[in-house]
């Protein structure tokens, strides 16, 4: 055996099935380590997800942190702000159960390394005192780790809130960037958030290493830039690590249960016919949205396959719906489903999207620009149509679309956000029947190979890997952990 290695995973499905994916990863090619994933208490973890999981990788161990009282954990549920917020604090609450785990379970078997995501930053402090190296599993990519690690040198740079600025901001590796796409979390300084994201990017930069779920030619020139240390500008970088892409099939679990409808609807389309619509676990749109996109879809003439939610709580028609529990079709223009009947497919919530962008018949995919999407479209090789929402997307889109030209582009309204029907409909008859949306097709196909290149033998990420397993077994990056600047 060669030690062990701890993650911690934030709340929430989505962080917990990007570290289960990296658990895998590593006991896949290094098979030697025992792998912990420690769960918080509160919110209580998606058991099912964890049984499973449990069940068939027995050699990944699931440990639940002592309970701890959170309060005001509503906030979870409310406004985004408060919801980072909110993460940031419940972390921070279990660091007394954190500390007495980590005692008691280097009493069995010393921990090599101890891997946290960024809303675990106050966890950093812990595992410094107990003097375990300590590295982030930074779940989106290089792009996104250069702005994120750049925030204290723009803090300096630019004298105000990036929701009050007018010039395009200049971030290490990247084009110039609109004020207007930085994430709404760092936008205004005045936030809390803000505070938390400044103290995680300084905190981050004092880490053993950090572990990107991306590969080296997919984001060279972001890579370049953390690698000549531009990001973090006043002290060495630490290492990053780009083992992926890391994909969670099936939302992280394997096999069983019955194939999709919509599958089975794929089957009868002909090839790269079908244009997905699915916008991450939390895309929602307004009916007034809503209506728009089947207006624009209706009037391409494409073929599509559409994940379709019902708007939020606010919404105008949501509030005044007669219905209880209305379904997301009540929502769409009337007359819409029986006019597309044959080449249009709904579905409710969720689909099973891993499946769907590998089915042959899907051509384009019009996508929120999260960053699991974005490497499940390349390593499909499906050319996408960008239309963030929320988090980092907007800077995802401007590094999709300009620097890596893996994707097109909706543009939304300035003053509401809204896409128009008109839009919609040009940019998707743009990227299904032009020559532009061949270009991208043909380039996305070569960076589907690359990612097949980076993770097979000799490949990049392999090395990456082998890298960081060798950094693990060193025992480096005992880093003090410094107060924020
Ligand atoms: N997903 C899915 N079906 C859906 C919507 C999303 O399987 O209808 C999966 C998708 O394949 C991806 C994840 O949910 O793995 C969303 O992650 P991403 O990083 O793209 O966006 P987020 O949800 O974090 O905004």
Known sequence: MDGSIVLYPSPGRGHLASMVELAKHILRHHPSFSITVLLLSTPPPDT???AAISASHPSITFHHLPSVSVPNSDHLSSS????IFSTFEIVRLHNPALHQTLVSLSMSSAIKAFVIDFFCNSAFGVSASLN???YYYYTSGASGLASFLYIPSLHKKY???FKDLDVPIQIPGFPPVSPRDMPMAISDRSLMVYRHFFDTAVQMANSAGIIANTFDSFEASALRALRDGLCVPDRATPPTY???PLL?????IEGGGERHECLGWLDSQPTRSVLFLSFGSMGVFSTRQLKEMALGLERSGVRFLWVVRVPPPHDEARRTSAELEPSAESFLPDGFVDRTRGRGMIVESWAPQVEVLSHGSVGGFVTHCGWNSVLEAVCHGVPMLAWPLYAE???NRVYLVEEMKLALSVTDSEEDGLVSADELEDRVNELMRSEKGRAVRDRVLAMRDAAAAALGDG???RAALAELIGSVKAGSGKVDVSDSV
Do not use: D, M, N, W
Request: proline share 11%; with cysteine; aromatic share 8%.
């Open 132 to 134: 375990i190296p300590t």
């Open 80 to 83: 985004p702000a408060k919801f």
């Open 48 to 50: 099912h997800f964890v």
């Open 242 to 244: 780009c083992v992926g």
């Open 248 to 252: 969670a099939a099936g939302g992280g």
């Open 393 to 395: 997307q907007r800077l």
């Open 159 to 161: 004298p105000e809130s």
């Open 459 to 461: 490949g990049s990420s």
